[in-house]
Structures are given as C-alpha cells and as structure tokens.
C-alpha cells in the first residue's frame, strides 16, 4: 500500500511539473506573440509617417512626444522637424 501511494505521489509530481512547463510554454508564447502584434502594427504607421502620409506623421509625432521617454525621442529623429527634441 505505500509503495502504491509513493508512486502516485511521484506520478502527480510528474505531472504537475508538466502541468506548470505547459503554462510556461503558453506564457511564453502568449508575450511572443504580442510582441510581434507591436513590431508589425508599428513598422505600418512608421511607414506611412515616412512616406509621404504627413497626417500619419503628425499623429505619429504627437503620440511619440506624449508617450516616448526623452532619452529616446533620438530614435525617431527623422520624424521631428527640430531634431527630436519634444
């Protein structure tokens, strides 16, 4: 009887380790995914700000000096018609 309840307190630490690298798998892929949601929706609108759509670009800039730590409005220079300052 406790060779029994051994290995089933052994087989639910199996499957309770399995259990949480599942949810960490998911976690995982969940955050991945949501990061390329971001870099795909940001590449359409810093595409269209530099291409000629100078509303995109108004709004753009806008968001940005509202939303952007200063130490990286550097990165969007190119948008800013003074240099990237706010």
Not at 16 to 38: D, I, V
Not at 49 to 62: F, I, K, N, S
């Amino acid at each position: 009887m406790a060779g029994k309840l051994t290995e089933l307190a052994q087989q639910r630490a199996r499957l309770e380790a399995k259990a949480a690298e599942l949810r960490a798998r998911e976690k995982t892929l969940s955050r991945q995914a949501a990061t390329r949601r971001k870099v795909v929706a940001g590449a359409i609108v810093l595409r269209a700000a530099t291409e000629g759509d100078e509303r995109a670009r108004a709004w753009l800039v806008a968001q940005l000096k509202k939303a952007v730590a200063a130490r990286d409005l550097h990165l969007f220079a190119d948008l800013f018609g003074d240099g990237g300052e706010a």
